[in-house]
């Protein structure tokens, strides 16, 4: 269980900040190609030279906006259909060596704004020296106008990250995560792990980069994504990897509610171990050691169980 993990470690994998593929992207609905109406040429650099953890809105996009749920879409060619602005936020640690996972989540002005709103009503305060852009109502597709929000976005996240009660709040969490989370577990329920998987990794390694290795948020996505790769009939590709990961994660974990997550976190390494032909003595010695101490170790919850009972999300168990 102390191998060198690959999914953290392989600098190979690498993906520049300006690849031409963050420019652009393919709808869902129809596979045809999105420009950008924005991008950035050049990288944002600190001020300093140590590894810092960089926001970065590397482009923008205009979107449809989709139609409410139980209406029928607007006729191709119309001119009524609403649009909204995605910026693709990017964030990655600067320094040497090379952050090996730059991660991006796209995110609209609604999402910016009811992060400051939330962070405002909590820690009003802390929020003194931000400026938020206001809304405009017309004009707010132009180029000029997309990168001073770009700009301002930016530096409200930076600040976020430089205050740890704005940092650890959970509207930032909520802002970090959610529509990748949402979209995950939807996928879950469908029972199309094989789409959901790569949603929860790029999750994961955005929280890692945001919060401690062993914070509630981290290990409860991290036991998600194993639970996703080990609940299919054949496990995906990365699930040894992760599983491990999770193993060494949970060493001298000592939140009470996250405990709840170890047990069926061994049952499930058990299992896929065993699928994959490895040897599972030291799993097995780790149960029966928890077993000794009057904790039960069989028939309890499955991981995706124990997971939903801390936090309720759209999968089905």
């Known amino acids: 269980m102390e191998n060198a993990d690959p999914i953290e470690e392989d600098v ?3 993906t520049e900040v300006f690849d031409e593929s963050t420019l652009s992207i393919k709808t869902a609905a129809n596979d045809t190609v999105v420009p950008a109406i924005w991008q950035r040429y050049h990288r944002r650099h600190k001020a300093d030279g140590n590894m810092t953890l960089h926001f970065e ?8 906006e989709p139609p409410a749920e139980g209406t029928a879409e607007a ?3 119309t001119n009524g259909t609403k649009k909204y602005v995605v910026y693709v936020v990017n964030v990655r640690k600067d320094g040497s060596p ?4 730059p991660t ?3 995110r609209r002005y609604t999402d910016f704004l009811k992060l400051y709103e939330g962070l405002r009503k909590d820690h009003q305060a802390l929020l003194q020296s931000c400026s938020f852009p206001k809304k405009v109502l017309m004009g707010n597709f132009t180029a000029n106008l997309i990168g001073e929000r770009s700009s301002a976005f930016e530096a409200f996240l930076d600040h976020i990250m430089c205050v740890p009660l704005l940092r650890d709040s959970e509207h930032f969490l909520e802002f970090i995560q959610y529509e990748e989370l949402k979209r995950a577990c939807q996928l879950l329920d469908e ?7 790569p949603l929860l990794e790029n999750c994961f390694r955005l929280l890692n980069k945001l919060f401690l290795d062993k914070s509630r948020c981290v290990l409860l ?3 998600r994504l194993v639970a996703a790769c080990t609940t299919s009939p054949i496990p995906h590709s990365s699930a040894e990897q992760w599983a491990e990961l999770a193993l060494r994660r949970y060493e001298h974990v000592c939140d009470t509610e996250l405990l709840a997550l170890y047990i069926p976190l061994l049952q499930t390494c058990l299992h896929l171990w065993w699928q994959r032909g ?3 003595s030291l799993i097995e010695e780790r149960l029966n050691e928890i077993g000794k101490k009057g904790v039960k170790v069989k028939g309890g919850p499955t991981l995706a169980q124990a997971i939903h009972a801390l936090d309720p999300r759209a999968e089905t168990i």
């Open 12 to 14: 190979d994998s690498a």
């Open 221 to 223: 996505l991290l036991c």
């Open 104 to 106: 991006s989540i796209d």
């Open 57 to 64: 809105i590397i482009s923008a996009r205009i979107m449809p």
């Open 191 to 197: 029972r199309r792990n094989e789409l959901a998987v």
């Open 98 to 101: 090379r952050d090996p996972f």
């Open 278 to 280: 490895r040897d599972r």
């Open 75 to 77: 006729p191709a060619g």
